[in-house]
């Protein structure tokens, strides 16, 4: 498939980070990269593993003009047995063509792309950190390359593949955090792309963030852009919550991000007995659960968090403070045991687990 | 203001088209291009003008992740007395600032990119074609360049400027087309980024447009996202209809682009004694208009074609023919006036020219 990986080893080396100490997230790049690209009649070709530099593109091409681009967001692990090992990646490699056909983007064979990315990590295994909590972040993209100024799909792509160590998301233990339910701008909506990993979904999205750091929230809770009723997610987190026993999220409507990890914590509330449902939620359900007191938990869910527990829902100008400000039972439950999969400190039941 | 416009001359030239032939859209650049960069407490600095050629990022540069990018289009022409004028040139720079507001993106002192703009056309003279109807187009464009993977405003930009010598749109005069009425995909919502020049919303448009194709139409006339019931634009266009001698157009809904040549177009109509207005327009209103014989006609317009007359709509799959499938008197009008305040054939009445 579209020819073998050429290895091209980066042969000065690159500085690692001390894998131990303060890593961020996103911040440092490893050695190499991956590439391909792609030129309409030709299809994706010369798929290289060469040295992480910088990328040269003519002025006019159009990720740089039309956002034609998108992306994943996975991650590798190092287990307690030193084995490296992906968490799903074949969901990642679907959902990225998912976003790609919604964007006019050429499709790219998902084992191809899962291999790709073993590959690339058994390279730079010794970027995988050790630490409690940390990772090697993945982040396979894609972009328009075409140089040329008129509105249509370019003729010309590149698949990128680069990689950063990067820290746990929560260093000493969940911390809740105070959530803006955000009334005035909209995400997406049905018909648009916020069910695509769109490049211009995030653009869109940071100004109703610094709104909310004004407010002292570290996010916002997104309503539906017809109604500004209907719960869709919280940040770049697909979002849950418990009431009365029950754990609700919000059905897939068009307009939300299909969460592999909100794929995978509905798998295991299933398997362990608790009831869940996707199913439209209004921002007045929630107001009434928390005013009867049986809004028990809240929290957001993706790749880089794992799980985000919500101390306090901020809406017209009132918080709800949520199970006292304090991670809840569920929460901390679901951390522990995705955490725990991934680490290898619990067995691989679902088989989620890719060694590398 | 950043300081002065440092110029590195293109000493290896670059090929020029022959600028009489077929040049089409968008495919040729001029020999220079402008570029200034932004850091974070240092501000916007460096501007120069230099050779036109390739740029270079980091993979992780956030434009290619995040989408955070702006742009503009507009045009210089060179008139039948052989200079070189600019049309409306403070109303990009305005509007590209507003659109940066909604992204996130630092602001630029308009004065400053229209003396750039000026500048860079002066160097690149050679390049404005005379051929009727053909004119030097402009592309001033933001992007985030900070090489960092966390959702948020990025630290670093580059503002950059291209020139593209293109044809006239229609080379033989005005030519009516057909154009799909879109019921299922959105370009924007309110509280989205609908009446920014943002790059995402292209990508999110390409699919729509493509299946208009397959429809033997050249572009969507969109509906609004929340009642699919109310025009916004068509295509990269704002839209016009001629419903018994009343001109009208959408109202900004905060999802429209506020066109520049939408503006010109209300002025002249004003000036003219036709009454125009900006409302709401259901698709039911141009239905019903049609089927008494009132729809007289119905235009795009643009940067790219001034006007694009529709000759029919193709709704719920059943074709609305307009005025024959004819170009209209009005958009004939418009047209001729427009490009005869650009060519200097008529005179610059309203003081739209900027000369470089
Ligand atoms: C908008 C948005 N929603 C939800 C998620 C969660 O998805 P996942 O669990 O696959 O990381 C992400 C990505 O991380 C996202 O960008
Ligand atoms: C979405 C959209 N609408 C309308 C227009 C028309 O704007 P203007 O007349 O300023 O070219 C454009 C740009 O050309 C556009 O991109």
């Not at 792309?193 to 570290?218: F, I, M, P, R, V």
Request: charged share 20%.
């Amino acid at each position: 498939m579209y020819g073998n990986i050429r290895v091209e080893l980066n042969h000065n080396g690159k500085t690692m980070p001390n894998l131990e100490e303060n890593l961020g997230f996103g911040k440092h790049f490893t050695a190499h990269m991956f590439m391909m690209d792609y030129e309409e009649g030709t299809g994706w070709h010369d798929p290289r593993i060469i040295p992480y530099g910088p990328i040269s593109h003519d002025p006019a091409a159009m990720v740089f003009h039309y956002g034609q681009a998108v992306f994943e967001g996975m991650k590798a692990f190092r287990t307690e047995s030193d084995e490296v090992v992906l968490f799903r990646p074949d969901q990642n490699a679907k959902r990225l063509n998912r976003s790609s056909e919604r964007l006019s983007i050429p499709q790219i064979d998902e084992e191809f792309v899962v291999a790709a990315i073993q590959q690339l990590v058994r390279i730079d295994a010794a970027w995988v950190p050790k630490k409690k909590g940390s990772s090697l972040y993945i982040r396979p993209f894609v972009i328009a390359t075409e140089a040329i100024l008129g509105v249509r799909p370019a003729m010309q792509y590149s698949f990128i593949i680069i990689m950063s160590p990067v820290d746990a998301y929560y260093e000493e233990g969940l911390q809740p955090v105070n959530i803006l339910v955000e009334s005035y701008f909209s995400r997406s909506v049905r018909g648009g792309t916020g069910d695509a990993k769109a490049a211009g979904n995030y653009a869109g999205s940071l100004k109703a963030q610094t709104l909310a750091k004004e407010h002292n929230c570290a996010q916002v809770l997104w309503l539906d852009a017809i109604e500004k009723k209907y719960l869709e997610e919280v940040g770049s987190m697909n979002v849950f919550f418990k009431i009365n026993g029950e754990v609700v999220t919000p059905s897939l409507s068009g307009s939300i991000l299909e969460g592999i990890t909100r794929g995978s914590i509905i798998h295991l509330l299933k398997d362990w007995g608790i009831p869940v449902t996707e199913r439209k939620i209004s921002i007045d359900d929630i107001v009434e659960a928390h005013a009867n007191g049986s809004l028990e938990e809240a929290f957001g869910t993706g790749t880089a968090a794992v799980v985000s527990p919500i101390g306090s829902l901020l809406w017209n100008g009132t918080p709800m403070v949520i199970n006292q400000g304090k991670t809840g039972e569920l929460v901390e439950k679901l951390y522990a045991t995705i955490t725990g999969i991934q680490s290898g400190k619990l067995p691989d039941t679902y088989g989620w687990l890719l060694k590398v």
